[in-house]
């Protein structure tokens, strides 16, 4: 068994019957990623973050969004201090390896971009000076969907710093009872045992960066994105950010699945969900009631992929 299997066989004790989704954010992880879950509370989004904290030995943040979150209780505060008669840095909670900020579309817009820099540059400044936030480092989002009581939509500059959206989704029956018997035996999440230090994720992650991606492929990639670009029903396409983050995740597919180079099905499997929430639709499309993920489909089965 691989590092990547053991991983995911570890976070299983913790996380019924969201095997797809559990690769999907190992996956994330390892493209040096950040991560959306756009879901109802309760169904184990902050028990999956908790749970892969304790596999990858990662030291873990958690802020729940609300109102009156500050950026200063994200990115940290400067303090006076007399014995040295200078300001002194007091870390933020965001200056860990896993930050889960659950709840994000709960805060104020302000407090929202205090994440920005952090995510794109690895980074917080506070008072001109810059702290770098340790590595590796994944924040690890969840969005109550919009309409909710207190809620408002994330800005677009923060959405495409998400390298995916995913949902949970409600567990099936069978999986439900599980996590009901198994709460009797105690909390599932003491029975994860750590299974890589973080130097050893950060070798991985190197490890997938350097799988091999033809230049036929990068065509590929760039002929998806374009295309998102020049759909009438799409008012605004994916950004080359998206670029780079498909390249990243069809990688780091391929690492999990043992290979060192990628192939045209790693590109089709994560294009949808790598993009579709970069989107801005049209009217058009909104009144026809056509979602970006139909959108995708179709630019997918009209670009064919190279012969590798």
């Known amino acids: 068994m691989n590092q990547a299997s053991q991983i995911l066989a570890e976070v299983k004790k913790a996380v019924c019957g969201k095997d797809r989704v559990l690769v999907w954010v190992l996956t994330v992880i390892l493209a040096r990623g950040h991560i959306l879950l756009e879901d109802i509370p309760g169904v184990g989004k902050t028990t999956m973050a908790l749970a892969f904290s304790r596999a990858l030995g990662l030291d873990y943040g958690r802020v729940q969004f609300t109102p009156d979150v500050l950026p200063s209780d994200i990115t940290g505060y400067s303090i006076f201090d007399k014995?040295?008669?200078?300001?002194?840095?007091?870390?933020?909670?965001?200056?860990?390896?896993?930050?889960?900020?659950?709840?994000?579309?709960?805060?104020?817009?302000?407090?929202?971009?205090?994440?920005?820099?952090?995510?794109?540059?690895?980074?917080v400044t506070v008072d001109g000076v810059s702290h770098k936030i340790?590595?590796?480092?994944?924040?690890?989002?969840?969005?109550?969907?919009?309409?909710?009581?207190?809620?408002?939509?994330?800005?677009?500059?923060?959405?495409?710093?998400?390298?995916?959206?995913?949902?949970?989704?409600?567990?099936?029956?069978?999986?439900?009872?599980?996590?009901?018997?198994?709460?009797?035996?105690?909390?599932?999440?003491?029975?994860?045992?750590?299974?890589?230090?973080?130097?050893?994720?950060?070798?991985?992650?190197?490890?997938?960066?350097?799988?091999?991606?033809?230049?036929?492929?990068?065509?590929?990639?760039?002929?998806?994105?374009?295309?998102?670009?020049?759909?009438?029903?799409?008012a605004r396409g994916a950004s080359p950010r998206a670029t780079l983050s498909l390249g990243a995740m069809a990688k780091a597919v391929a690492y999990v699945q043992g290979r060192d180079y990628v192939q045209p099905k790693d590109i089709q499997n994560v294009f949808?969900?790598?993009?579709?929430?970069?989107?801005?639709?049209?009217?058009?499309?909104?009144?026809?009631?056509?979602?970006?993920?139909?959108?995708?489909?179709?630019?997918?089965?009209?670009?064919?992929?190279?012969?590798?």
């Open 83 to 123: 014995e040295t008669g200078a300001m002194r840095y007091q870390p933020g909670v965001i200056l860990c390896n896993l930050f889960l900020a659950d709840e994000l579309n709960r805060a104020t817009s302000r407090t929202q971009s205090a994440l920005l820099e952090a995510m794109e540059e690895g980074q």
């Open 134 to 234: 340790p590595e590796p480092f994944c924040v690890f989002a969840t969005q109550t969907p919009t309409g909710a009581s207190g809620t408002q939509l994330l800005p677009d500059s923060q959405m495409d710093r998400f390298t995916v959206r995913l949902s949970v989704g409600y567990p099936a029956p069978s999986d439900e009872r599980e996590i009901l018997l198994g709460r009797q035996k105690g909390n599932p999440l003491l029975q994860v045992r750590q299974v890589v230090t973080r130097e050893e994720l950060l070798t991985m992650q190197q490890e997938a960066a350097n799988v091999y991606l033809k230049p036929e492929l990068a065509d590929f990639i760039v002929s998806l994105v374009g295309k998102t670009r020049t759909d009438p029903l799409i």
């Open 272 to 308: 949808v969900s790598t993009c579709a929430h970069r989107l801005l639709l049209s009217a058009e499309a909104d009144a026809k009631g056509i979602c970006a993920e139909e959108l995708l489909d179709r630019i997918l089965k009209s670009t064919p992929a190279p012969r590798i």
